[in-house]
């Protein structure tokens, strides 16, 4: 597994780690988030689409799928500036800036792993024989 998929494949199983959280603990998050508990559904149907995205890196990553690291790259990234937004108009705690920390840091890590390696830059020296 290339440093790239195992970037992609850890971020999987945080994944699975919050959205199972949110599906079958919603008001375990609600209390980081600060949050009122809630027995609404959408916490739980948004658990479950973590779950799903947790699913997708986790099987790309088995597979090498190196065009689905970089989507995630930018979409991982932006994350931050949502979550700022959010904080910033006053809908969500500041608590919420730790998850798209997380993100950016994954995402920079997924980023660094994709770069060419200064080796593979490097023209093959023919050798005597050759």
Request: with cysteine; aromatic share 14%; net charge positive.
């Amino acid at each position: 597994m290339s440093n790239a998929a195992k970037s992609i494949f850890v971020f999987g199983i945080y994944l699975i780690g919050l959205g199972a959280t949110l599906v079958f603990a919603p008001n375990a998050a609600s209390i980081v988030f600060g949050l009122p508990d809630t027995d609404g559904v959408w916490i739980r149907a948004f658990g479950m689409l973590l779950l799903f995205l947790a699913f997708f890196c986790i099987q790309s990553a088995r597979k090498e799928v190196t065009e689905y690291f970089r989507w995630t790259v930018y979409t991982r990234s932006s994350v931050i500036v949502f979550f700022t937004a959010f904080v910033l108009m006053g809908l969500a705690n500041p608590i919420l800036m730790l998850f798209g920390v997380i993100d950016l840091l994954a995402a920079i890590w997924t980023g660094l792993a994709l770069r060419p390696s200064k080796s593979s830059n490097k023209i093959p020296t023919p050798t005597i024989g050759d």
